[in-house]
Structures are given as structure tokens and as C-alpha cells.
């Protein structure tokens, strides 16, 4: 599977692990990625009871110390313009069915398809990650609203599941669990998908998807058994 090689992409689980502030334990590789001290926050995946305002203001406030001044998108008048002037672009998690639908009402997905195939930086936590596959079928995410599609970005040839579960042996809980949803999504979709755990992260640069962090991460394709992918280059 081929990535455009214009592509720079930080494509991460989560932005806070446990026991850890906003954006600390992946801030200094985030700021080494994007290499600008402006940047482009698209918060329309917004978390329940935040405002737009607000939620660029907590990156503002994680990045302040490295020098970054963001900017969120809400705040200008001509957002396709924004983007086509963003030296980089971070999309933040929340709701990926709301996120997915504001960028489709306000006629952005095909704008940012283009700047990120010029080589603009972007970086994407839970909901700004699963923007990155084919779709977003394989989002964690309630749909509290319905998108006019569900194709996403389509940078990589995949799909992803942020904030990856394993089984806990010990619960009693004899519900699906993560691995039996993105099979019953293998069922009728043949989109390979990448289960992501908390603290691990996808960096594209180059053509190259290399997985960065401590833990593996739990590779699906229809009609195969899941596979553990070891931090390091991944190949298909």
C-alpha cells in the first residue's frame, strides 16, 4: 500500500494518557513535527460542554511554552483561505460524526485533501486520527449527528481505531468487545484497520508509516487473524 509522499502526518490515539496533562507526553515530538510556530486548530469535533473558544485555548495553553501560537479555525471569516495559508493543521478529538459534518457543510474536505497533499504538517488526535483513514467507520464515536458521507481524508490506505481495548480477562462484562466490532465491520467493508493504543501514534513522512510509542498496536484485515504490529516501520 503506497502513501503519497508529500504526506506529513502525526496521527495519534489520544492526547491525554493517564496521569499526564493535555498534550505532554507527545508535545515535544509534535512541536519537532510541524516545525512552525503558527498553528492551524480545527475544533469542531469539540468535547461535550466546550466551547470552540475555549478548546483552542487549552492547545494554546499546552504549546505556549514551545513558542506555538494557534489560531482556531472558527475565528476567520474565509476558512478555506485559512487553511490554503496554515503553515500547520491540527484536528483534535470529540465527536468524529460532528466533526466529519461541519468540515462537509462548510465545504472544507477537499481544501484540506490539497494542502496536505502539498506537505502541510497535520496532526490528528482521536477524532482528527480516524479523519485520516478511508472512512470513519471505525470510529469509537455515538453518531449524534449524521455526515453527508462517511469518507474521511483518505490519506492512508486504511482505517483507524483510536484509543484501541484490549479484553480485560478479569471482567465480567460478556458484551462485543473492540476486536469483535472491527470484525463485524469486516463483514461487509474490506478497509484494513489499524487499532491504535492509548500513548502510540502513526508518523508518515516520506512514504513511511511508522509506529512510534512503548506499545504495539493491533493490525485487522477482512478474512485474516489481527495481527501485533511492533513500534518501528510498518509494512503491508
Known sequence: MKINPAYKLLVVSTSTIHGSEFLAYIKHD???????????????ARPSGISFDAYTGKVQDALKDEGVTVRGLHEFH?????????RAIF???GNTFLLLKTLYELDLVQQLRVQVAKGIPYVGTSAGSNLTGLTIGTTNDMPIVYPP???ALGFLPFNINPHYLDPDPNSTHKGETR???IQ???????QPVIGLREGSW????EGNIELKGNLTARLFK???????????LINF
Open 202 to 205: 502513526l508518523h508518515v513522512n
Open 30 to 44: 509534535f512541536v519537532e513535527f510541524i516545525q512552525s510556530d503558527e498553528l492551524l486548530f480545527i475544533p469542531f
Open 91 to 93: 484536528i483534535g478529538g
Open 149 to 151: 458521507s462517511f469518507d
Open 179 to 181: 476486536e469483535t466490532r
Open 78 to 86: 474565509n476558512k478555506k483561505k485559512a487553511i490554503q495559508d496554515a
Open 184 to 190: 463485524e465491520f469486516h463483514q461487509l467493508n474490506p
Open 222 to 232: 477482512a478474512g485474516f487473524e489481527p495481527e501485533e504490529l511492533a513500534p518501528g
